[in-house]
């Protein structure tokens, strides 16, 4: 080989490896997983720019991000002040998800059985066991409901869709409460067990008499028959793109962690409404940067009606400008 095409040869390589970094890569919650698949395919054929986005769970998002396997991550569950500078990340929410209980109960329509925080959670502790017992009867006089057992069907992975729904759980039920607590993993009393969003939905699928709970896009894409919830006002509402967004107007982005309090207050809000975040290397390099900015800024703007056609809640435009413009101070120019 001449030192011609040698150099030729090396600069070949130089290319391609310049090409295969141009593609960034994140990883996280396996909420927001249908949308970002939507905006993903979306933003390559306005640019050219190939994201890429791996469904491996929050916690999966959070560790990655830590380690830096990934150059972005998603979180439902936000870290807090000190773990982001630990770990040199920053954190910005990207819009609102909405979590709905789930069941696979044969004659059952979507959003007919109405359960409450207490009785979800006496279900879940495995205090209520069959489907047509006197707890499920007194919310559903009109209902004609199975008798079936219950098979409770919960996350296998850490998981900020678990976070949002244990913490719904401990603040109707003080059962729920003291016998265990919140958090993405938890020593779950009963039950079964999938991976993500996905692996609740195919096990639920499987299993008659199940009860689950998933982003509601999982829902809507399945075909699952989801139940109405009594909110904290007292009253049975379903999971709509109305009722999530009447809870999402209750946010309040100087709490720590969550935006939306579990249960908010509002007569016409869904209980499990909560925001996702990204995060992103405050030190990665700038062009790496700029293309994940450009991405979540398109997502932002020109996404936001992929997001509502699955019935997630984009971001008010005043906190979308706050999210702008903490990106010029915060992430490398």
């Known amino acids: 080989m001449t030192a011609k095409s040698g150099l030729f040869a090396l600069a070949l390589v130089m290319v391609a490896a310049v090409a295969a970094k141009a593609d960034p890569s994140g990883g996280g919650g396996t909420a927001i997983y249908p949308v970002m698949s939507l905006w993903a395919q979306d933003y390559r054929v306005r640019t050219g720019l190939k994201v890429n986005y791996q469904p491996i769970g929050s916690g999966g998002g959070i560790r990655q991000s830590l380690s830096r396997t990934i150059d972005f991550g998603n979180t439902d569950l936000p870290l807090s002040t000190a773990d982001l500078a630990k770990g040199k990340l920053v954190q910005f929410p990207v819009l609102f998800i909405a979590i709905v209980p789930v069941v696979n109960l044969p ?10 925080g207490p009785t979800l959670a006496d279900i879940y502790l495995g205090r209520i066991r069959r489907w047509d017992a006197a707890p499920i009867a007194r919310l559903n006089p009109k209902l004609h409901l199975p008798g079936l057992p219950i098979i409770v069907i919960h996350r296998s992975d850490a998981s900020g869709t678990t976070a949002h729904f244990t913490a719904y ?25 999938g991976k993500g969003n996905a692996g609740v939905v195919a096990t639920l699928q499987q299993t008659k008499g199940g009860i689950g709970y998933v982003e509601y896009a999982y829902a809507q894409q399945n075909r699952l028959s989801f139940t ?22 209750t946010a309040d982005f100087r709490r720590n962690n969550n935006p939306i309090p579990a249960d908010p207050l509002g007569r016409e809000s869904w209980p499990l409404t909560a925001a996702t975040y990204m995060l992103l290397h405050a030190d990665a390099s700038p062009d790496l940067n700029r293309q994940i900015v450009g991405f979540l800024r398109y997502a932002l703007h020109e996404g936001r009606p992929q997001a ?6 984009p971001l008010p435009q005043p906190v979308v400008a706050e999210v702008e413009a903490a990106w010029a101070k915060m992430l490398k120019p």
């Open 228 to 249: 109405a919830l009594i909110n904290r006002a007292g009253a049975a509402v379903e999971p709509t793109l109305q009722s999530f967004q009447a809870a999402a107007r």
């Open 308 to 313: 509502e056609s699955l019935h997630y809640v």
């Open 169 to 193: 759980l401990a603040a109707t039920s003080q059962n729920w409460a003291k016998e265990v607590g919140t958090g993405p993993a938890v020593a779950w009393p009963t039950g079964s067990a």
């Open 107 to 116: 004659g059952i329509a979507p959003g007919a059985l109405v359960l409450d």
